[in-house]
């Protein structure tokens, strides 16, 4: 079955790091652009990171920019998000999704989703 499974959440303190970690199954992730999103409650879905399998282009929000960065296992089938500097308004669900084609930061463009891996930044 195609599937996407986050995990790598939990409670991180304000100015800490972090790592979510995506798995692939059933399909080939190298081959499909990779978008991180998240959902603040109260809040709409937003695009975060997202980085093209075919050029390497990446396309951050600007409240990440500098922050966070993706990276990819092609071996293991797995793409990372790398998180820094986390502040509280960085809370929120986080979502990896993979598409083929499409605009990378539009969440409507993604074909596949994981089901969300909660990140909470507090002290």
């Known amino acids: 079955q195609v599937q996407l499974v986050e995990f790598g959440g939990g409670l991180v303190q304000p100015g800490g790091s972090a790592r979510l970690s995506c798995a692939a199954s059933g399909f080939t992730l190298d081959y499909y652009a990779i978008g991180w999103f998240r959902q603040a409650p109260g809040k709409e879905r937003e695009g975060v990171l997202c980085?093209?399998?075919?050029?390497?282009?990446?396309y951050y929000a600007d409240s990440v920019k500098g922050r966070f960065a993706i990276s990819r296992d092609n071996f293991k089938n797995m793409v990372y998000l790398q998180m820094s500097s986390l502040k509280p308004e960085d809370t929120a669900v986080y979502y990896c999704a993979a598409q083929r084609t499409g605009s990378p930061m539009i969440a409507s463009q993604y074909n596949y989703w994981g089901q969300g891996t909660q990140v909470t930044v507090s002290s």
């Open positions: 980085n093209s399998s075919s050029d390497g282009s990446t």
